[in-house]
């Protein structure tokens, strides 16, 4: 009787049965990972416009006219002047909703699961997720501009190497040459009035000058070796955005000065959630935000170069 006991099989459903007896399941969970949404950490944000204007504008002054050398009794002096200019933008709404049943309720609550925050959560990055791709690619269907569709931005122009113009054929001095060379395109271009700060390059070619040595002996890369010397730039960051931000769906690189003076993302609402709605058995909860893209108060402090 014994040899017949432990030699009994267990059928499927009770082998299932006591596996699941045996199961552990760990109070963390690994939720699957996204890529990160860097437009609120790279540009400027103007929440001040408030949720229920309709409009945005900006104003911009010059002036024309210059002052000369003048003799006593003089009457003839020059007359100077200022015009401005405006530029109005229509801010629009994202929206996205999570929901849950009665059931749904009674479930989580019996299963201490936080289902109205994951829910929630996935509703909030729904919505973080357009408000970057706005940030950086504008949207077409509302006419708002993206950090990526500036006009009137310097352009400056990649020199060929040894290897023909990518970054992954240059020599570490070619490419250091290009990085001051986009810098130094818009001090030039603005006569010195526009001095950038920041420059963002795709991920690949961020770590390549982050890991790319000056030389077989040093321990210097192009990165450390292009902040150390750049008079100008402070910082360098990896954009994703930029790994097919040209107008061909090439390589791009931009420096521009990171500050409210000179471009602001538009962002009145970041993210609100409403009061559920009660429709039979289930609750649905409306989630906003409220946009206007970028605007830019100084394009040609902006300049980029494709195809590296």
């Given at each position: 009787?014994?040899?017949?006991?432990?030699?009994?099989?267990?059928?499927?459903?009770?082998?299932?049965?006591?596996?699941?007896e045996?199961?552990?399941?760990?109070?963390?969970s690994y939720?699957?990972?996204w890529?990160?949404?860097?437009a609120?950490?790279?540009l400027p944000?103007d929440?001040s416009?408030?949720?229920?204007?309709t409009?945005?504008t900006?104003?911009?002054y010059?002036r024309?006219?210059?002052a000369?050398?003048?003799?006593?009794?003089a009457?003839?002096?020059?007359?100077?002047?200022?015009y401005?200019?405006?530029?109005?933008?229509k801010?629009?709404d994202?929206?996205?909703?999570?929901?849950?049943?009665?059931?749904?309720?009674?479930?989580?609550q019996?299963a201490?699961?936080?289902l109205?925050?994951?829910?929630?959560?996935a509703?909030?990055?729904?919505?973080?997720?357009?408000?970057n791709?706005?940030?950086?690619?504008?949207d077409?269907?509302?006419?708002?501009?993206?950090?990526?569709?500036?006009?009137?931005?310097t352009?400056f122009?990649?020199?060929?190497?040894?290897?023909?113009?990518?970054?992954?054929?240059k020599?570490?001095?070619?490419?250091?040459?290009?990085?001051?060379?986009l810098?130094?395109?818009v001090?030039a271009?603005?006569?010195?009035?526009?001095?950038?700060?920041?420059?963002l390059?795709p991920?690949a070619?961020?770590?390549?000058?982050?890991?790319?040595?000056?030389?077989?002996?040093?321990d210097?890369?192009v990165?450390d070796?292009?902040l150390?010397?750049?008079?100008y730039?402070?910082k360098?960051?990896?954009?994703?955005?930029?790994?097919?931000?040209s107008d061909?769906?090439?390589?791009?690189?931009?420096?521009?000065?990171n500050?409210?003076?000179?471009?602001e993302?538009?962002l009145?609402?970041?993210?609100?959630?409403?009061?559920a709605?009660?429709?039979?058995?289930?609750?649905?909860?409306p989630?906003?935000?409220?946009?206007g893209?970028?605007?830019?108060?100084?394009?040609?402090?902006?300049?980029?170069?494709?195809?590296?």
């Amino acid at each position: 009787m014994a040899e017949h006991m432990d030699a009994m099989n267990l059928d499927a459903n009770e082998s299932a049965f006591f596996k699941r007896e045996l199961e552990v399941v760990k109070a963390k969970s690994y939720d699957v990972k996204w890529a990160p949404n860097k437009a609120l950490a790279l540009l400027p944000v103007d929440s001040s416009l408030g949720a229920a204007a309709t409009e945005l504008t900006y104003r911009s002054y010059t002036r024309v006219g210059t002052a000369k050398m003048v003799s006593d009794y003089a009457t003839d002096f020059p007359r100077v002047d200022v015009y401005g200019t405006e530029t109005t933008i229509k801010p629009h709404d994202i929206g996205a909703a999570y929901g849950y049943s009665i059931q749904e309720i009674r479930r989580a609550q019996m299963a201490g699961f936080p289902l109205e925050t994951r829910r929630a959560d996935a509703a909030r990055r729904a919505i973080e997720d357009k408000i970057n791709t706005i940030a950086f690619s504008g949207d077409t269907a509302t006419n708002l501009v993206g950090f990526l569709s500036c006009t009137g931005a310097t352009e400056f122009t990649l020199t060929s190497g040894t290897g023909g113009y990518t970054w992954a054929t240059k020599t570490a001095d070619e490419i250091l040459a290009d990085m001051n060379g986009l810098v130094y395109a818009v001090v030039a271009a603005t006569n010195g009035v526009e001095i950038p700060d920041t420059m963002l390059l795709p991920l690949a070619q961020f770590n390549q000058i982050g890991t790319k040595r000056l030389g077989t002996y040093s321990d210097t890369t192009v990165l450390d070796y292009f902040l150390k010397t750049n008079q100008y730039v402070k910082k360098v960051e990896w954009l994703n955005e930029l790994s097919t931000g040209s107008d061909t769906s090439g390589t791009r690189a931009i420096v521009f000065k990171n500050d409210a003076d000179h471009l602001e993302l538009v962002l009145p609402v970041p993210f609100e959630q409403f009061e559920a709605e009660k429709k039979g058995l289930a609750y649905t909860v409306p989630c906003l935000a409220r946009i206007g893209g970028v605007v830019f108060h100084y394009p040609l402090s902006i300049g980029f170069c494709d195809g590296i």
